[in-house]
Structure formats: C-alpha cells, structure tokens
C-alpha cells in the first residue's frame, strides 16, 4: 500500500440559463447542451435553469446574466450566446484542470 492519499474526485458545475420562448435557447440546447449532456463524464455536473422560475432569480442577479443562452461553468466563467460544442468542451476542460491545479495547491 503506498502511503499517498487518494485524490478526491474533481467535479465541476455547468449552468445553463434559458428562455423557454427562445427558438436561439431551443436550438442551443438541442446541438450543444444536450450532446454534451449525453457524454458520459463523472467530473461534470449539469444544471438546466428557466430564467423565469423563481427558484432561480438569484442564481440569475448572483452571476448577472442579462442575455441567453447562457452557460455559468463552475460559477466562475460565464459564456453567453450561440458557442460551438466543441469551444464550451474546452472551456469545460480547462476548468476541470484549474479545479485540479486548486486541488493539488491544498493538499500540499
């Protein structure tokens, strides 16, 4: 047994703030929020937000969103309007890493 703690499981949140009424939401969430919902990763978490609810007015005043779609990743980076899958994966990935990096920093 090697004397080296495990490293505890990185998980990120991705937000995504919508309209109900918008035909840009709509298809938003059909070519890029839901394909990138269906990959199977363990260090991704998923939120679907109606800007409308109200359980979800201070999230929406907390990160200022004043424009959809928009995605808030790890309530810290904010990208709004129409991204490519393929720039949100790796905008995905590189706070998947900063989250490690912020790890390691705290174990050490």
């Known amino acids: ?3 080296k703690a ?3 499981r990185i998980r990120i949140v991705v937000e995504y703030f919508y309209n109900p ?10 070519l890029v929020v ?3 919902m269906r990959d199977p990763r363990k260090d991704v978490e998923w939120k679907i937000n109606n800007i409308f609810d109200p359980k979800v007015k201070k999230e929406v005043e907390e990160y200022k969103i004043d424009a959809v779609p928009a995605l808030v990743i790890n309530k810290n980076r904010t990208l709004v309007g129409f991204n490519r899958q393929e720039t949100i994966k790796s905008i995905i990935d590189e706070e998947i890493e900063k989250e490690r990096k ?3 920093v705290k174990l050490e």
């Not at 009424?21 to 059909?30: D, Y």
């Open 34 to 36: 839901n394909p990138l």
């Open 1 to 3: 047994m090697s004397g």
């Open 6 to 8: 495990s490293t505890p």
């Open 21 to 30: 009424n918008s035909i840009e939401c709509k298809n938003f969430m059909k």
């Open 102 to 104: 912020r790890r390691e």
